[in-house]
């Protein structure tokens, strides 16, 4: 057993969870290749992830309230334009999990999607969603 693990209950939670990131990781890549999605908007989302894993914050997080608000609008911003913005064929076409959880996430996206004023939606993201 690997010394890291305490259990065997906790080395195969350990597992499933690199499993996981190796499948986002691979999901966020297919999609900054995708010739569908606009540079721009592509540009903006990595730029977004970036400062959301970087340990450099725009607002401190030691500031009460907005420190850890400036986290969550980005994080805001990124699933809004992946479960609310992009077509669903884009976003399934790479979407290494199931529709269930798909589903799930969407909904989740839709409301955190409140937040953030639609205005400044329209201004970072050049995507055009289908009409049908």
Sequence with gaps: ?????????TCASLVLEMKTLKEL???????ANDERIPSQDKA?????????L???DLIPDWIPIFG??????????????????IDNEILLSHY????????????????????????LKQKIW???????
């Design 68 to 85: 850890v608000m400036d986290d969550f609008v980005m994080i805001a911003l990124v699933m809004d334009y992946f479960f609310n913005h």
């Design 25 to 31: 990781i691979a999901f966020v890549k297919a999609v």
């Design 1 to 9: 057993m690997n010394p890291r693990c305490k259990s065997k209950k």
């Design 126 to 132: 050049k995507f055009k969603p289908s009409i049908y």
């Design 96 to 119: 290494p999990w199931g529709m269930k959880s798909f589903s799930r996430i969407r909904r989740v996206a839709r409301g955190v999607a409140l937040i953030i004023p639609n205005g």
């Design 54 to 56: 970087s340990p450099v």
């Design 44 to 52: 903006i989302l990595l730029g977004l992830l970036a400062l959301i």
